[in-house]
């Protein structure tokens, strides 16, 4: 069908006006995107000093750098409002974020209404520990491990922790730089490089069986080095602090001495329910208390019927931790002792121990292939573990007596422990207390839905900056261990805010407490004067919940 000419005629005037339309708005000018600035200066922490050519960069979501002026100057420009995580660094300074401490910065708001474009950004000159590692003659010893301890108060409780770990260079040299200011210890381990392991009875290795006559190891080189500290101790207590200021470079030379390795004798290995076609031993040193260093020259070998000897090891306190699992299980029993050449340590009888087993109830929602391990953790941070079978039933073999925080470690997301319950076993909490008397049965129950606790932090009725955020249990009787685990901290950003996310569901307190990240809070008394202004919040399952807190200063020391 053919249109008429009239209808021809006003299609095409219809056509041309339409056209006219969409090019006049083409021409027309879209509205600019909305966009901000943050903006500041780079100025020394201690003297104020502008920090010229600063590298500043952001992390997270958005990834932008820039660098500081002559005068430390700095922008970025045309950002999209958000949160922006500020680094910065200079040469001769730490590498570090907006007023950080320890693992918290305050981060950068951007928006309506929001400042970020007066920001003092305070970078604190580094530190560097330096020194040479030598034997009795003064020559160089090579590849020997130094470890750097710091001193301080983390997540709440004061501890000394191997801050970082180098090995010396050809020339006995190492080299700690960007350290910012803090109480150090430095100590050296390792073993002579023409040392020879030796042990006093080998094995026979047609029999299994010691040798009728004993052949020593040649004590000329049956020799290690002790785990010698800053300035010539091998007791910690002896070890000589470092107290590192803003711009120090101190030097911490060490000597070592090497002394006659020690040799001991493990009886009754197979005596505590073992298994497995295999058996291993690993020694850890625990310096200061902390978490343990290895001793990488303790060696194994069977002398007899359930009878091992470990050697080349240092004298004094250490942990052994002889393992006889094999098709990829951990059956572990630590010891500790002050190590004696030719001591002999019973297992059978050194620890009583006895089998954990159970069962694992899986979350709502949550599949029975991701449960994952149940492991056991005492307050020194021994482990135990055992993986949950496809039943949901587990073992763990030879847990010696003892108090044990009961933790899952499983693949289904939001997933927590929610209630502990045993026989012949104390419970408090999620924590069992077991006097090896019998063996334990636990049922663990795992509930889903972790919830997030944010907010803003107001001082004077204004939003505050930097301020430690903590949120605690209620519940003060809790064990430490478990205290540790529910407890979330934060650092406000620069508009006052704070998200603490990953909580279990529960009722807490949630503190702020401006200049308060050396406060020990893990114990129960410095933390006493501040959970009455604190706010109670109650979480449930998966909730997201928003709080406002009023900030408190620290207390003087001495009120506490």
């Known amino acids: 069908m053919r249109r008429s000419l009239p209808t021809m005629i006003v299609s095409v005037l219809l056509w041309c006006a339409a056209g006219v339309c969409a090019a006049g708005q083409r021409e027309a000018k879209e509205p600019a995107a909305v966009t901000y600035r943050i903006a500041g200066v780079v100025v020394d922490a201690q003297t104020g000093a502008a920090v010229p050519g600063a590298e500043l960069w952001t992390t997270g979501d958005v990834e932008l750098k820039t660098s500081a002026d002559a005068q430390g100057r700095f922008v970025f420009d045309r950002l999209e409002a958000g949160k922006y995580p ?23 708001a951007v928006g309506d209404g929001l400042d970020s474009e007066h920001v003092v950004f305070k970078l604190h000159r ?18 020997a491990t130094v470890y750097l301890f710091s001193d301080g108060v983390d997540f709440g409780k004061h501890e000394v922790t191997v801050r970082a770990q180098m090995q010396t260079n050809d020339l006995g040299a190492f080299r700690f730089a960007h350290l910012a200011p803090a109480k150090y210890y430095v100590g050296v381990m390792t073993r002579p490089w023409w040392a020879q392991t030796g042990f006093k009875f080998p094995a026979n290795a047609s029999t299994g069986t010691a040798d009728a006559t004993p052949a020593p190891s040649d004590p000329m080189f049956d020799i290690v080095y002790p785990l010698t500290y800053f300035a010539g101790t ?31 004798f493990l009886t009754n290995v197979d005596a505590a329910r073992r298994r497995g076609e295999h058996v291993s031993v690993s020694a850890m040193l625990r310096p200061f208390g902390s978490a343990g260093i290895p001793v990488e020259s303790a060696s194994l070998t069977a002398v007899g019927p359930k009878t091992f000897e470990v050697g080349a090891l240092p004298p004094g306190g250490l942990k052994l931790t002889v393992n006889r699992g094999g098709n990829g299980t951990w059956d572990a029993h630590a010891v500790r002792l002050n190590a004696v050449d030719g001591e002999s340590v019973d297992l059978a009888a050194n620890t ?32 135990f573990s055992a993986p949950v079978a496809k039943d949901a039933t587990f073992r763990i073999a030879s847990v010696p007596e003892g ?11 939001g997933d927590y422990v929610a209630k502990v319950s045993a026989t012949s076993a104390k419970v408090t909490g999620k924590t069992v207390k077991i006097d090896a008397t019998n063996d334990v049965k636990l049922t663990v129950t ?57 909580v279990v569901p529960g009722k807490y307190v949630l503190l702020a407490i401006e200049d308060g ?43 506490h």
């Not at 954990?356 to 929602?365: F, N």
């Open 86 to 108: 500020l680094n910065a660094t200079a040469p001769g300074y730490v590498k570090e974020g907006l007023d950080q401490h320890g693992a918290f910065f305050t981060g950068i």
């Open 126 to 143: 580094q530190a560097v520990i330096y020194g040479r590692v030598t034997d009795e003659r003064g020559d160089a010893v090579r590849r």
């Open 234 to 264: 091998t007791d910690d207590y002896g070890a000589m602090p470092l107290l590192a200021k803003p711009g120090d470079a101190i030097e911490a030379n060490v000597q070592l001495t090497a002394v006659p390795a020690v040799h001991v």
């Open 352 to 383: 009583a121990a006895c089998t954990v087993s159970g069962i694992l109830v899986a979350a709502p929602g949550s599949k029975p292939e991701l449960l994952g391990e149940i492991v056991l953790r005492n307050e020194e941070l021994d482990l």
């Open 403 to 413: 108090t044990y925080e009961v933790l899952v470690n499983t693949r289904s997301s």
């Open 446 to 502: 795992m509930g889903k839905g972790l919830g997030r606790v944010s907010g803003v932090v107001k001082m004077d009725d204004k939003p505050a900056a930097g301020v430690m955020v903590l949120l605690v249990p209620e519940d003060v009787g809790l064990p430490a261990g478990e205290k540790e685990e529910l407890a979330r901290m934060d650092q406000s950003d620069s508009d006052g805010t704070f998200t603490l996310g990953g």
């Open 517 to 559: 990240w050396e406060l020990e809070w893990r114990q129960e008394g410095p933390l006493t004067p501040y959970l009455q202004k604190g706010v109670t919040v109650v979480l449930a399952a998966g909730e997201d919940k928003k709080v406002a807190v009023e900030g408190v200063k620290k207390l003087p020391a001495d009120n």
